[in-house]
């Protein structure tokens, strides 16, 4: 992995580095409450461009906050997974949909899931990660 030169050393700032921008956040965003997982389903979030899907996938990569394998269901395509490292910031994704959709008027927020996240965040946290665990078929992830 290219190591990437830091502004400090700070969790903080060293954790944006890695996921702290738009359109990083919108694709863990998809791959968390969309299972939208393909390159092609990817793109068409709000309208990423194919570089910067590119180059954000390749950063998720990088930092083994994603895998990537061959489809088997379509051998010409790959399908990206969530590693356990990309798992857990799945609470810190849904925390920024219930601030959104608490403090931020017009959004589209789902009334019943923001109601639930509002109520029970950690059942509702921990049913999620259960799902992606169980879908993208996470195992303790090695690097090779």
Known sequence: MKRIERRSDCPISLSLDIFGDKWTLLILRDFIFFDNRHFNELVTIEKISTNILADRLKRL???????????????????????????????IVIEIYKWGANNIEGNNANG?????????????????????????????????
């Open 61 to 91: 990569l990088n930092n083994d906050i994603l895998k990537k394998e061959i489809d088997v269901y379509n051998k010409s395509s790959y399908l990206y997974s969530l590693t356990e490292k990309g798992i857990e910031i799945i609470p």
């Open 112 to 144: 019943k899931f923001k109601s639930e996240v509002n109520s029970n965040f950690s059942k509702v946290t921990a049913e999620i990660v259960d799902r992606i665990k169980t879908t993208h078929n996470t195992v303790s992830y090695e690097k090779h």
